[in-house]
């Protein structure tokens, strides 16, 4: 039975990724994972596989499914695992499923902006979220496919022209910036990583990344000029990835591990846990732009109460407005995108 009670304003750490396999389920969950097969899919579906909150693990990409699932579905796990290949099989991939998770699309090469993949991956996303609002209108959907500040808003107006729009059931995953902030903050202060907990808020591409270092659980203190090296460094820690897999894509592992701890966050609130406490991009009311990750309060239909930005130090109120004119630009691009196509 599930007895932990986490406190507004925390996001679990890492042990507890996988305390879920070693836990009793109460409801199980048919999860779809779509674009199964890429960097991020496959470790992300083994990941979910060996989760107890997960009875069947539904994959999903335009090719070689067959051989991921069959590949993982020898895990001696309970999940079952189903492959399905292709346009023609995505509506019965997602009927029936309570979570969606979604990495399809292009990654980065050096060079590039997360912005400059949205040419390949707004369609893409535009076509799996309409194939989700039509197939599992209820479910919670977890976009990874970047750019998140505008594939987040796409998902959105597909929802809208469906006629099944539901806020609190789109989010675009953030995770990867809180558990970099994490482990970069452990690794300066010597501290235990899994102990750590900074939420970051904003957007998911370079200046609209806010680490909230001021509201770091235990709080830490950085002179400004450090406090500066660090922030710069959660922003563009996407890019050094980028960089140092030299052409061969972006980060896949730790994505993998960032979105498995997102969905089993969602498992857990939607199997009634309370006090589950992610950061997500969602329609937010809670500054001018009209998507805006802050700590979420997840529960049994997704998102249960935005806890808003909170106090912010001087610096860290300066990056959210600098932030605004990009994030604002990326939402209004991603609408644009669905009422002209
Ligand atoms: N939100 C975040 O923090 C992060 C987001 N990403 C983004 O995740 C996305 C995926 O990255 P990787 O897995 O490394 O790429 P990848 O190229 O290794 O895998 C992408 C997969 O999507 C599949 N795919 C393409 N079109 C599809 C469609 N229409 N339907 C279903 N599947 C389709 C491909 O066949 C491929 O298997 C990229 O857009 C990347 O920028 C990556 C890291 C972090
Ligand atoms: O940097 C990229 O292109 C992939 C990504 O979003 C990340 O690693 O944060």
Excluded: W
């Amino acid at each position: 039975m599930f007895s932990r009670i986490l406190r507004p304003r925390t996001v679990q750490n890492a042990s507890e990724l996988f305390r879920a396999f070693s836990s009793t389920a109460q409801n199980q969950a048919r999860v779809a994972v779509l674009g199964a097969s890429g960097g991020i899919g496959q470790p992300l579906a083994l990941l979910l596989k060996n989760n107890r909150n997960v009875s069947e693990l539904a994959l999903y990409d335009i090719l070689n499914t067959p051989g991921v699932a069959a590949d993982l579905s020898h895990c001696s796990t309970r999940a079952r695992v189903a492959a399905y290949n292709g346009p023609d099989q995505l509506a019965d991939c997602l009927k029936g499923c309570e979570v969606v998770v979604i990495p399809a699309g292009v990654p980065r090469k050096p060079g590039m902006t997360r912005d400059d993949l949205f040419n390949t991956n707004a369609s893409i996303v535009r076509d799996l979220a309409q194939a989700c609002a039509q197939n599992c209108p209820k479910a919670i959907i977890c976009i990874i496919a970047n750019p998140v500040n505008s594939t987040v808003p796409i998902a959105s107006e597909v929802y809208k022209k469906v006629g099944v729009y539901d806020p609190k059931r789109i989010f675009g995953v953030t995770t990867l910036d809180i558990v970099r902030a994490n482990t970069f903050i452990a690794e300066a202060k010597g501290l235990d990583v899994e102990q750590v907990n900074c939420p970051v808020i904003g957007g998911h591409a370079g200046a609209t990344i806010i680490p909230i270092i001021s509201q770091c659980s235990p709080p830490v203190s950085f002179p400004q000029e450090e406090r500066e090296k660090l922030t710069v460094r959660i922003q563009n820690a996407g890019t050094e990835v980028v960089e140092a897999k030299a052409g061969t894509g972006s980060a896949t592992l730790s994505m993998a591990f960032a979105g498995a701890r997102f969905a089993n966050s969602v498992l857990e609130a939607l199997n009634g846990v309370e006090g589950v406490v992610e950061c997500a991009y969602v329609k937010s009311d809670e500054t001018e732009a009209s998507y805006f990750s802050t700590p979420i309060l997840l529960g049994k239909t997704g998102l249960e109460k935005n806890l808003g930005l909170g106090k912010l130090v001087e610096y860290e109120a300066n990056l959210v407005k600098a932030a605004m004119g990009e994030l604002k630009g990326s939402i209004q691009k991603g609408e644009d995108f669905i009422h002209k196509n």
